[in-house]
């Protein structure tokens, strides 16, 4: 999800403003992290795909594996061309039966348009998430970070996240352990930006790069 190149979405600003404005936590962490970006939209089925293969896996493992199925693609990196291989082919690039499984369901639910992208700028959050976590491999967790760093939807919490559990923890109950209950009714104080305030709060985790993109 690092990116050195990246966009701020339009709503960026006014959401800023508003969470400044309304949260003292966020009047201490915004200024402390001015540049953000998050990723240049890419394809819905690479961006997927990636996630599908990266799970649970160390930065470096999940790397090369994604490397070795990327050149095992070749130029056809995409439904059809995923489809055309099969298990054992992409167990010899370095990825897992189970995980080749999940790629061959998420190719098949491209293809046979089981979801579709060009609906997606028009439905709303969760109708989106309900859409991908048909796929097999896909839960609610990944779907979401596909909302945030993908569409750049502005009001998604991932209130089950572990880096946003423990920012949450430490800037607003002393370290004490925090519920889904008591993430979810301190969000509301950030909606409609959520995406923004989550955004700030896993910031804060680093506090030595002020700098940091998504």
């Known amino acids: 999800m690092i990116s050195e190149s990246g966009v701020k979405?339009?709503?960026?600003?006014?959401?800023?403003?508003?969470?400044?404005a309304q949260d003292r936590v966020m009047r201490k962490l915004i200024p402390l992290h001015q540049e953000v970006c998050l990723n240049a939209k890419q394809g819905a089925f690479v961006v997927l795909a990636r996630a599908l293969i990266v799970q649970r896996m160390s930065a470096l493992k999940s790397q090369q594996v994604w490397t070795q199925f990327k050149k095992l693609c070749g130029n056809s990196m995409n439904p059809a061309g995923v489809l055309?291989?099969?298990?054992?082919?992409?167990?010899a690039a370095g990825v897992t039966k189970l995980k080749a499984e999940c790629l061959l369901d998420l190719a098949d639910s491209f293809a046979n348009k089981k979801v579709q992208p060009t609906r997606w700028s028009k439905m709303a959050d969760e109708e989106i998430i309900a859409e991908l976590t048909t796929i097999r491999g896909i839960?609610?967790?990944?779907?979401?970070m596909?909302?945030?760093?993908?569409?750049?939807?502005p009001d998604v919490l991932p209130y089950e996240d572990p880096r946003l559990v423990q920012a949450i923890s430490t800037q607003y109950f002393s370290g004490e352990p925090v519920s889904r209950y008591?993430?979810?009714?301190?969000?509301e104080n950030w909606a409609p930006w959520r995406t923004v305030a989550t955004w700030y709060?896993?910031?804060?985790?680093?506090?030595?790069?002020t700098n940091s993109k998504l």
Request: charged share 20%.
């Open 201 to 209: 709060l896993w910031c804060s985790l680093n506090a030595h790069s």
């Open 84 to 91: 055309s291989l099969d298990v054992k082919q992409l167990n």
């Open 146 to 153: 596909f909302l945030i760093f993908n569409l750049h939807r």
């Open 9 to 20: 979405p339009d709503y960026w600003e006014q959401a800023v403003e508003t969470l400044i």
């Open 139 to 144: 839960g609610i967790w990944t779907a979401q």
């Open 182 to 187: 008591e993430i979810k009714e301190l969000a």
